[in-house]
């Protein structure tokens, strides 16, 4: 069965540091998304990416945050300068259309 | 605004017994999803019902969903400790993107 992957499994990475988070959507899809979980709290939408560019983003995804789809499979994102209120899990996830978003096992960041 | 609100937000229960998790959203819907999350882990589609639907059934799970109440809920029959995990309802909004929005989850403890 075909499955989001994401790497890695766990980041660790001082303050200020750059992390580049990684996916690899399901081939066929069409949507791909960012999402992430601060420990013991809900699943929060980042953005949403679609025909190579930024359709929609929260008020999380700000400056320090970029999306990019360097070579038509990885979807990757990028958090330029950490915070330690950056450390949480972040999962990828991919849909072809109006069906259920396929998640990654997501990447546990985190910022010391 | 929040959209898909979960309650119970924690759930207690003797193996064998029906668990029945409820979930309120606010603006119109394309499909409404149902993930579980094992602590610390990643999210599992159970099921999607769309807004056309009533009721789906998977297995032990069965889901209703009331649009003119803007409500569904989430019955598992004959519970296993197993099925101790987070429940999350989510909704794809009526207006277009597909992105999943998240509610704050049901934590459901399943006593042997």
């Known amino acids: 069965e075909p499955e989001v992957t994401q790497t890695p499994s766990h980041q660790v990475t001082q303050m200020g540091q750059e992390v580049i988070l990684r996916c690899v959507p399901i081939?066929?899809?069409?949507?791909f998304y960012w999402y992430r979980q601060i420990l013991g709290q809900k699943v929060e939408f980042l953005v949403s990416f679609y025909n190579n560019e930024i359709s929609e983003k929260s008020e999380i995804f700000d400056d320090q945050f970029s999306v990019e789809r360097p070579d038509g499979s990885n979807f990757t994102l990028k958090i330029r300068s950490t915070k330690l209120e950056d450390s949480a899990m972040y999962f990828c996830?991919?849909?072809?259309?109006?069906?259920?978003?396929?998640f990654g096992q997501g990447t546990r960041l985190t910022v010391v | 605004s929040q959209q898909g609100e979960e309650d119970p937000q924690a759930l207690s229960i003797q193996e064998g017994e029906n668990a029945t998790m409820n979930c309120s959203y606010k603006?119109?819907?394309?499909?409404l999803q149902w993930y579980r999350q094992n602590s610390g882990r990643g999210l599992v589609h159970l099921i999607l019902?769309?807004?056309?639907?009533r009721e789906k059934h998977s297995g032990r799970l069965r889901v209703t969903l009331d649009t003119s109440k803007k409500s569904s809920s989430l019955l598992i029959t004959a519970s296993r400790a197993a099925d101790t995990a987070s429940y999350f309802c989510a909704t794809v909004p009526g207006t277009g993107g597909f992105k999943t929005i998240f509610g704050a989850g049901t934590r459901l403890f399943v006593k042997a």
């Open positions: 603006t119109s819907i394309n499909n």
């Open positions: 019902i769309r807004s056309n639907e």
């Open positions: 996830a991919s849909i072809k259309m109006n069906t259920e978003a396929f």
């Open positions: 081939s066929n899809h069409l949507y």
